[in-house]
């Protein structure tokens, strides 16, 4: 512990706040993940510990066990039904908006309330306790007894820390049976023990809920309840000694007296545009945080901006919390949490008191107008900034009808993607521009309607890539056929096309081909010798069939990836019935549960078939 340390009030329980806001955002960015046993996983508990500011982490805390002072807020959070279990992360409850737009003394309040009934009498609620069974039955004897202490101690008196230990031992709480008594390691683990709980409890959990205050001289540490928490402890445990069970000892309306949070003297927030060198820095802007502004601002700044390494305070009477920075990136993926740029500039006028500075405005608005403008190319690539795209990705619905391309700063869309994911995109906000013939790489032409199947009046990719492998197979075979230079365009389409697309187009070129040869070999106009033909993956071919054989005799279903008679790679859940033979192919019936009836599927446009568990 630092030789001059000091905990008053409001500071700590402020901070406090904002680590929940914090722990909120997070939650709603779904990243706090949880492992089999229900603990947070290490890659969450590093996103925490980045952004900790009450009781500062390590920077190296990979578990709960490491954490208790976050192992305690996310279980608090919970049991105040602001976070919610789902599966395998923690997810922001329906309760979560009406606590932030709460002044911080009802925050606060609902925050104690929820540590009295569910937590503070509950072993097992901090996981990263750990503690072992005979330590877990002084759990609560323990918090009795030193909340007892705290609200019968002299007002205003800084008590010395060793008087907590004088009280345990008052209670009974550091003797040992007498069958035990003559060892001494069961002493000592007893007495660090229990005392380990009293200290966590004093160093961490009272503190953060404006119960208690802390500082510390020459390295000895001394505690007073505040006002306020000394009559809340009072009230409170007479309420659980007359009631029989304390998740009712503690009813919603007892008086909070004097918690109050005093009204700053100076705007809560900073925002300026940060100075750049060089024409071609971003710019960016940089926010100064306060104790004093509302949780809800720094849930808002967990969505749309970065934060930054903590600063010294700029004045004594205007000390900054914290640090953050917004950019171009930042602002397109708050817009992705659902976050426009006009709430994000509302708020921050609201924050500053209206002293917003018009470049910052201009420069805001700038970043919206250039994130929601996507160009569409021939054969359904979207262009755009790469931010936009990371952005995007975060959203299911944009996620499985947009393929990456190389670069980041195209997607590729198919055929039958393409209409829900246009009316998403403009639900979104975004505008889709279309550039005609001749203007790939253009940005300036005007927006022109966009329809599905036209894109400019261009073929989708992999129609057009059809196209093009046909006419080259039909100049090898016809030589007298103009000699289009193709050579580039089927290297560009091949590059650009997904790789379960190419697959899916290879199998379908194959067959296709050899019906060609076929045809021209029954006019007589084909070359003696007519380039060769893609080879037919006939081990692939075997195994689908297998795998459909097995489906039909256990009445499973399948997942088909399928090429369509437009070419388009499409996936069917089915359940294949039987086989059936129409010279010249070979076809599955099977019940789609797209079209909910039977279809027809040629077994060489069946690309892949994978069992599905019911």
């Given amino acids: 512990m630092p030789a001059s340390f000091a905990c008053h009030w409001p500071d700590l329980p402020l901070a ?20 089999p046993q229900g603990h947070l996983q290490p890659d969450s508990v590093a996103r925490l510990a980045d952004v900790w500011l009450s009781h500062p982490l390590s920077p190296d805390a990979r578990s709960e066990a490491q954490t208790p002072a976050l192992s305690f807020t996310v279980r608090l959070l919970q049991s105040a039904a602001l976070l919610q279990r ?78 907590i230990p004088v009280w345990l031992q008052q209670a009974g709480l550091l003797t040992v049976p007498d069958y035990v008594r003559n060892l001494p390691n069961v ?94 820095s971003d710019p960016a802007i940089e926010i100064g945080v306060t104790l004093a502004a509302p949780a809800a601002c720094t849930f808002l700044l967990t969505h749309v901006a970065e934060p930054l390494p903590p600063a010294g305070p700029s004045a004594p009477a205007a000390p900054a919390l914290w640090r953050y920075r917004i950019t171009h990136a930042s602002i397109a993926r708050g817009v992705a949490w659902g976050y426009p740029v006009r709430h994000v500039l509302f708020l921050l006028a609201r924050w500053t008191a209206g002293e917003l500075d018009p470049l910052v405005v201009q420069q ?27 952005a995007l990705r975060a959203r299911k619905a944009f996620r499985t009808r947009a393929r990456p391309l190389p670069g980041q700063g195209a997607v590729w869309v198919a055929a039958t993607d393409a209409p829900a994911l246009w009316t998403y995109l403009r639900q979104r906000g975004y505008t889709l521009l279309v550039l005609p013939a001749g203007d790939q790489g253009k940005t300036n032409s005007a927006a022109l309607p966009l329809t599905p199947g036209s894109a400019g009046g261009a073929l989708p990719l992999n129609a057009l890539y059809i196209v093009a492998r046909t006419y080259h197979h039909l100049r090898a075979g016809l030589p007298r056929l103009a000699d289009v230079p193709l050579d580039a365009l089927l290297r560009d389409l091949e590059t650009a096309l997904p790789s379960d697309e190419r697959a899916a187009l290879a ?10 040869a076929q045809a021209l070999e029954q006019t007589g106009l084909a070359a003696s010798e007519p380039a060769p033909l893609p080879p037919l993956d006939l081990a692939g071919l075997a195994a689908i069939e297998t795998i459909l054989h097995t489906a039909i005799a256990d009445a499973a279903a399948v997942e088909l990836t399928y090429i369509d008679a437009h070419a388009q790679v499409t996936h069917r859940h089915v359940k294949p019935l039987r086989f059936e033979e129409r010279a010249p192919h070979r076809y599955l019936v099977a019940h789609c549960t797209l079209r909910d009836e039977e279809r027809h599927f040629r077994l060489d446009r069946i690309v892949t078939a994978e069992p599905l568990t019911e």
Avoid at 19 to 25: T, V
Avoid at 235 to 242: N, Q, S
């Fill in 507 to 516: 199998r379908l070129l194959a067959s296709q081909e050899a019906i060609l």
């Fill in 364 to 390: 805001i608005w700038a970043w919206d107008a250039a994130q929601h403008t996507l160009t569409c190319e021939s054969g359904y690539r979207l262009r755009g900034d790469p931010a936009v795209f990371a």
């Fill in 16 to 35: 406090f706040l904002h680590d929940c806001a914090r722990c909120l955002a997070l939650s709603q960015q779904g990243v706090l993940k949880l492992n």
């Fill in 187 to 280: 002493q000592r683990s007893l007495g660090a023990g229990v005392w380990g709980l009293a200290f966590f409890l004093i160093r961490t959990v009272l503190p953060c809920l404006g119960l208690i205050e802390l500082t510390s001289n020459d390295g000895q540490l001394h505690l007073r309840p505040t006002a306020e928490g000394r009559t809340w402890l009072r009230i409170a445990l007479e309420r659980r000694a007359a009631a029989a069970d304390a998740q009712h000892a503690l009813e919603a309306d007892i008086p909070y007296h004097e918690l109050r949070f005093p009204d700053p003297a100076f705007p809560p927030l900073t925002v300026a545009l940060a100075a750049t060198s060089g024409e071609n």
């Fill in 86 to 163: 789902v599966s395998a992360q923690w997810l922001p409850s329906p309760t979560l908006s009406a606590w932030l737009n709460q002044p911080p003394a009802l925050q606060l309040l609902h925050l104690r309330q929820a540590w009295w009934q569910h937590v503070a009498w509950d072993a097992a609620a901090i996981p990263a306790m750990s503690l072992p069974a005979w330590l877990q039955r002084r759990w609560s004897a323990v918090v009795e007894t030193v909340c007892t202490g705290l609200s019968e101690s002299t007002p205003d008196a800084w008590l010395p820390l060793h008087n």
